[in-house]
């Protein structure tokens, strides 16, 4: 049996120009729907398949949930913009068969290049380690099992410890709307030369909502944050299998809210921080049962 997320992204050319097929198997739904950043991963599998230039790598994407996506076979209709010597610009649309509208991203690839190397970017500190952290996959304490029924996308597909914050059974005092969490895939997608695809970035940082949970404290009606959109940046590869998903949420009104995540990665003996991906996304609040 192959990798999942191999699986996921693996797109097959149809006979019409531009065109992709795949399939989402159900393990890789978050209630009703499959989570946006698995059909950002397959729209991102079709463009690079489409491009085919070794040479040229994701460097930053943009995707708007335009439509919903079921799990089920998808098609991806893919628009080179322009196709450069080191840089390149694709557009594609994901969507079932025989729908008008889906998943639409827009990427740019590009080629190694002369630069500056530099970041200012820090993690948060003094973080526990995995094994110091307790499981997504932990049974919740008695009368919190309705709140958390159990989905593979968590129990089969990516597993999350959290390191920074609070979980919602506790009474704790809000404060800033912030929260860091480990995660792993359970297969992870492995590259010939050691480090993960980064076509899986957008499955990691799709949990932003989280953030806002920690500001809002406990003891609050049912909500639920479908996205709106979401941007990612490549900053380099990442070596480990797991990796530090640090979040905040800095601006929420109107129903919406806008946050941002950095993926850290610490490295085979989690001693090195390094970032490897920079996120940002706006979601909206859908609030009752």
Same mark, same amino acid.
């Given at each position: ?8 992204? =693996? ?37 690079? =398949? ?42 594609? *649309? ?54 958390? *029924? ?98 905040? =949420? ?40």
């Amino acid at each position: 049996m192959g990798v999942p997320f191999d699986e996921l992204t =693996a797109v097959t050319r149809t006979d019409t120009a531009g065109r992709w097929r795949a399939s989402i198997d159900e393990s890789w739904v978050l209630r009703p729907l499959p989570q946006g950043g698995v059909t950002t991963a397959i729209a991102l599998a079709a463009m690079s =398949a489409e491009l085919a230039d070794d040479e040229q790598h994701l460097r930053t994407m943009h995707t708007m949930f335009a439509s919903q996506v079921p799990h089920g076979p998808v098609e991806v209709d893919v628009e080179v913009l322009r196709r450069g010597r080191t840089m390149s610009q694709l557009r594609a *649309e994901v969507r079932t068969p025989g729908s008008s509208r889906g998943h639409l991203v827009t990427a740019a690839f590009g080629a190694e290049r002369v630069g500056f190397d530099f970041t200012d970017a820090v993690p948060p500190p003094e973080v526990p380690r995995p094994d110091e952290c307790p499981s997504f996959r932990d049974p919740p304490p008695p009368g919190w099992e309705a709140h958390f *029924e159990p989905m593979p996308f968590w129990t089969t597909r990516v597993e999350g410890r959290p390191a920074v914050g609070d979980p919602p059974w506790s009474d704790y005092q809000p404060d800033r709307a912030e929260r860091a969490c480990w995660y792993r895939f359970d297969d992870p997608p492995w590259r010939p030369d050691g480090t993960q695809h980064p076509f899986g970035f957008p499955i990691l940082v799709d949990s932003m909502p989280g953030a806002v949970g920690q500001k809002l404290g406990p003891d609050q009606p049912p909500w639920f944050a479908p996205s709106v959109d979401l941007t990612v940046h490549v900053l380099d590869d990442c070596r480990a299998g797991w990796v530090l998903a640090h979040n905040t =949420a800095r601006h929420s009104s109107g129903g919406y809210a806008s946050a941002d995540m950095t993926l850290w990665d610490y490295g085979p003996d989690l001693d090195e921080p390094r970032p490897v991906a920079y996120a940002t996304q706006v979601f909206l609040f859908s609030i009752g049962p």
